[in-house]
């Protein structure tokens, strides 16, 4: 099992739409999430944290479900300007460290 | 504040060739990382850096080099390039704050380095 997996879609989906996307994590002791959003060719750029009580940003929600080990993504109201790939990242503790791994992304397209 | 700069943004190298990917972050970050980039892949850690002086293998080390040359700089070196290494190259910091968690990581614009 990887450590952590996302459907890499694509999300095809109106304009004005809710869309969610899940992230789940294979270890249980990660401490730290968040939610990335890469555009073609470009850098990720740190969309937001992920608390454990839930935390929202905008149109933007991000929620924790640590008995099920995963974290989820809600897009409301979508624009046609969030067409992009939404990486998560969870920290996760090895016998090397403490680093960031990344899934692979999930491809969004906000279509008229 | 320019954040984290990569140099070069473009590269075209021989089998064989050797060069120097430069990273440097304006925001006093104690930690440093270098990523790759491939379809399909997601991002994968070559090397990380905790804090000046210290450096660790990641993901996919082979092949690779770095120097963290002081708290602001951390440099990539293929030492001989390989088609195996196109890619898309992205250097990344993070703050670290003992006790308040893993902080996230702020990202270069990248280098997109094509080995023929």
């Known amino acids: 099992r990887k450590e952590v997996e996302q459907d890499p879609g694509p999300f095809n989906v109106p304009e004005g739409a809710t869309v969610a996307f899940n992230c789940t994590y294979s270890?249980?002791?990660?401490?730290?999430f968040f939610w990335y959003r890469q555009d073609c060719r470009k850098e990720p750029k740190l969309l937001m944290s992920v608390y454990s009580s839930g935390n929202e940003d905008g149109r933007f929600t991000a929620q924790l479900n640590r008995a099920s080990q995963y974290i989820s993504l809600l897009i409301r109201d979508s624009k046609l300007s969030d067409s992009a790939t939404y990486l998560c990242?969870?920290?996760?503790?090895?016998?090397?460290?403490?680093?960031?791994?990344f899934g692979t992304g999930t491809q969004l397209k906000v279509e008229l | 504040n320019a954040g984290v700069t990569q140099t070069p943004k473009f590269q075209v190298l021989k089998t064989g060739q050797s060069m120097t990917l430069q990273c440097a972050q304006d925001?006093?970050?104690?930690?440093m990382y270098w990523y790759r980039q491939d379809p399909g892949m997601g991002l994968r850690l070559i090397y990380y850096?905790?804090?000046?002086?210290?450096?660790d293998k990641g993901e996919v080390p082979n092949g690779y080099n770095v120097s963290r040359l002081n708290k602001r700089e951390f440099s990539l070196r293929l030492e001989s390039a390989a088609p195996s290494q196109t890619s898309v190259y992205f250097c990344?910091?993070?703050?670290?704050?003992?006790?308040?968690?893993?902080?996230?990581?702020?990202f270069g614009d990248g280098t997109r380095l094509s080995i023929l």
């Open positions: 990242a969870v920290n996760i503790l090895t016998g090397g460290g403490n680093k960031l791994t």
């Open positions: 990344a910091s993070s703050e670290t704050l003992p006790g308040q968690g893993y902080q996230p990581q702020h």
């Open positions: 925001m006093n970050h104690n930690s």
């Open positions: 270890n249980s002791a990660s401490q730290s």
């Open positions: 850096s905790a804090s000046e002086g210290t450096t």
